[in-house]
């Protein structure tokens, strides 16, 4: 049997983990295409961010294959996103759970990315393994449907990104 070949796209605003995620997921080397921050709000935070995309590529198991695409977090990249939305069988929305303070600008950008399109997502409240909010918190302030997925994940490790991954392609092949 032919393996079956995904495309999802890894968004959220900056700083949320991103490109951590792809990188931790992929089985090949990654495509990242970090520059240095040049605001400077934003390099008080990290010194680098991702200007183009990420590309990672994950064999989920035996009979699905995923084509991972970060996209960048800063706004005067946004139109980036769109570009790598194009044909696209879902989306991983990230959202940093130690961020409280940026959390309506993350509820923004899922608006922008989720307009005029029915393509499946899943919400991820990604670094659990820190002391951020918790699910339950994330779902209050964001006002989300009970339909809307919102999982927990700590970015820098496989099996948590992997677990993320293979919930989004059980909803996308639920959906097909
Ligand atoms: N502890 C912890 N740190 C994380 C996790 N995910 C990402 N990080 C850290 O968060 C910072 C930002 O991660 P990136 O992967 O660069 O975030 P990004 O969303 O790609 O950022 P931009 O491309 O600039 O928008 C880095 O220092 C990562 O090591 C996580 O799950 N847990
Ligand atoms: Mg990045």
């Known amino acids: 049997m032919t393996a079956k070949l995904y495309k999802l796209v890894i968004t959220g605003i900056f700083n949320a983990g991103k490109t951590t ?10 495509v990242n295409t970090d520059k240095t921050v040049s ?3 934003e390099a008080s935070i990290k010194p680098t961010t991702t200007i183009a995309l990420d590309y990672g590529n994950v064999k989920i198991d035996d009979n699905v294959n995923v084509h991972l695409f970060g996209t960048p977090g800063q706004v005067r990249f946004d139109f980036m ?11 991983v929305f990230l959202i940093d759970s130690t961020d409280s303070k940026n959390l309506s600008k993350a509820t923004e950008t ?14 991820v409240a990604n670094k659990a393994d820190l002391n951020g ?4 918190e994330i779902r209050k302030q964001l006002n ?11 970015a820098l490790d ?6 993320v991954v293979k919930q989004l392609v059980a909803i ?3 959906n097909s």
């Open 21 to 30: 995620f792809v990188n931790t997921l992929s089985d090949i080397e990654v």
């Open 110 to 123: 899922l608006a922008l990315f989720k307009k005029n399109t029915n393509i499946p997502y899943i919400l």
């Open 39 to 41: 605001h400077l709000d």
């Open 172 to 174: 996308i092949e639920e």
């Open 158 to 163: 496989k099996d948590s990104a992997s677990a």
């Open 144 to 154: 989300l449907t009970e339909d809307q997925p919102l999982v927990s994940c700590n």
């Open 133 to 136: 909010l918790s699910i339950a």
């Open 81 to 91: 996103r769109d570009i790598l939305a194009k044909g696209m069988d879902g989306f």
